[in-house]
Structure formats: structure tokens, C-alpha cells
């Protein structure tokens, strides 16, 4: 059974940095589409960006410049390098990840979640 368990999150200052990271196991993160979400309370889910298996990457608007998605190989985990942080990136961050679909962040249907990690912005 596939599982995903984030971590990196953490309390930062604007303009600051951090780095999520969600290990995967049971399977092996090159054969899968992967991507990060976040949400606040009583917002929806928003994709931000997603790698396929070629580890091509796609972002959404809200953080295409500022942060980066990839995958180690070798810890078998998928990344979230996030720089100049704003206020507004405070969220819970989740990681997903399902086979044979269109790779995407815009979409929410992915068959595996990670529990989440807190990402908190401070001005």
C-alpha cells in the first residue's frame, strides 16, 4: 500500500524560505504523478504544482517563480523548495500522488494524500 508523509513545515518570516518533503513508500516515486496542495480553514484544496513520471513540473499562478517541485530519486521523496514566502503561503501543505492520470495540479482527485504539514508565514 502506497503512503506519503510530509514533513519541512514550519514557522518562517516573510521573504524567507523552507523546503517540504514527502516520502513515499511502498512504491517508487519515478513511476508517479505528484503534486503539492494547501489549504486554509474553510477555503478549498488549491493545487499549486505537479510533476509527472518524465518529472516534468507545472505550477499555478499563485507560485510559479517562487517555488520549485521535484523529486529524489534516491530518498524516493518529491520536494516543495518554497522562497520569498508571503504571508498569504500560510497553510496546511498535503502532498498526492496516483498513477496513469493526466498530470496536474489543477485537479483534486488524486488516490493518495499525505496527513499534511503547517506552513506559517509571519509579516
Known amino acids: 500500500q502506497v503512503q506519503l508523509v510530509e514533513s519541512g513545515g514550519g514557522s518562517v518570516q516573510a521573504g524567507g524560505s523552507l523546503t517540504l518533503s514527502c516520502q513515499l513508500s511502498g512504491s517508487n516515486v519515478s513511476s508517479y504523478c505528484m503534486a503539492w496542495f494547501r489549504q486554509t480553514p474553510g477555503k478549498e484544496r488549491e493545487g499549486l504544482a505537479s510533476?509527472?513520471?518524465?518529472?516534468?513540473?507545472s505550477y499555478a499562478d499563485s507560485v510559479k517563480g517562487r517555488f520549485t517541485v521535484s523529486k529524489d530519486r534516491a530518498k524516493n521523496t518529491l520536494l516543495l523548495q518554497m522562497n520569498s514566502l508571503k504571508p498569504e503561503d500560510t497553510a496546511m501543505y498535503y502532498c498526492a500522488a496516483d498513477l496513469g492520470i493526466r498530470c496536474t495540479w489543477s485537479r483534486v482527485d488524486f488516490r493518495t494524500w499525505g496527513q499534511g504539514t503547517q506552513v506559517t508565514v509571519s509579516s
Open positions: 510533476i509527472d513520471e518524465y518529472t516534468f513540473p
